[in-house]
């Protein structure tokens, strides 16, 4: 089975940045999309980037400028780069990854903590 594993995430201080990793295992081939998602305390889960085989890129309104996604199609890693960071990038990042399908199958790490304060 599909298996994603998050690392990188911490402590830092406002304006510091951060690198975080996810390493999918398990699968038979490529995946169509892999993206991060942020969960703030008492929050919604949101879309913060995301990045599929051919290289486009997507980043949610709260991520542009500052956050940037990068993947290595070969070994099913994605990385996201984290600068400029804010008390409210707090929380839990979630790793995700897409399958082609169909039918279209979502896979889902269990999520890494970021901390952002002085």
């Known amino acids: 089975q599909v298996h994603l594993v998050e690392s990188g995430g911490g402590s830092v201080q406002p304006g510091g940045s951060l690198r975080l990793s996810c390493e999918a295992s398990?699968?038979?081939?490529?995946?169509?999309?892999m993206a991060w998602y942020h969960q703030a305390p008492g929050k919604e889960r949101e879309l913060v980037a995301v990045?599929?085989?051919?290289?486009?890129?997507n980043y949610g309104d709260s991520a542009k400028g500052r956050f940037f996604i990068s993947r290595d199609n070969a070994e099913n890693t994605v990385y996201l780069q984290m600068n400029n960071l804010k008390p409210e990038d707090t929380g839990v990042y979630y790793c995700?990854?897409?399958?082609?399908?169909?039918?279209?199958?979502?896979?889902w790490g269990q999520g890494i903590q970021v901390t952002v304060s002085s």
């Open positions: 990045a599929n085989t051919g290289g486009w890129k």
């Open positions: 398990g699968s038979m081939g490529s995946f169509n999309s």
């Open positions: 995700n990854a897409r399958g082609w399908g169909p039918p279209v199958s979502d896979y």
